[in-house]
Nanobody, 115 residues
Framework: VQLQASGGGLVQAGGSLRLSCAAS????????MGWYRQAPGKQRELVAV???????KYADSVKGRFTISRDNAKNTVYLQMNSLKAEDTAVYYC??????????WGQGTLVTVSS
């Protein structure tokens, strides 16, 4: 499974960005898909995850501001980020959980929020 993330960039505080992550390869094995982020000097943390059936889970810090969605026909997961804050600045990584617990990672896309 290969994951290709896109959509990062520079935005002012209060603005919005939409991240996309397209999966290719043995995609029939993919169950959950999600987004993690890693800020400078910090550990990678879960942002949001969506199951194949559409159930979602969010980090408390992004609830009400971020929305994760998934298009199974396009094998793509999205992260709509609104009301961005400086503390959302990080490299965002797409993640997919395959069969037997195998985890796949995208290359990361940088989101920078200026205050």
């Amino acid at each position: 499974v290969q994951l290709q993330a896109s959509g990062g960039g520079l935005v002012q505080a209060g603005g919005s960005l939409r991240l996309s992550c397209a999966a290719s390869g043995s995609i029939f094995n993919i169950n959950d898909m999600g987004w993690y982020r890693q800020a400078p000097g910090k550990q990678r943390e879960l942002v949001a995850v969506v199951t194949r059936g559409g159930s979602t889970k969010y980090a408390d810090s992004v609830k009400g501001r971020f929305t994760i969605s998934r298009d199974n026909a396009k094998n793509t997961v999205y992260l709509q980020m609104n009301s961005l804050k400086a503390e959302d600045t990080a490299v965002y990584y797409c993640n997919a959980l395959g069969a037997y617990g195998v985890t796949y990672w995208g290359q990361g896309t940088l989101v920078t929020v200026s205050s």
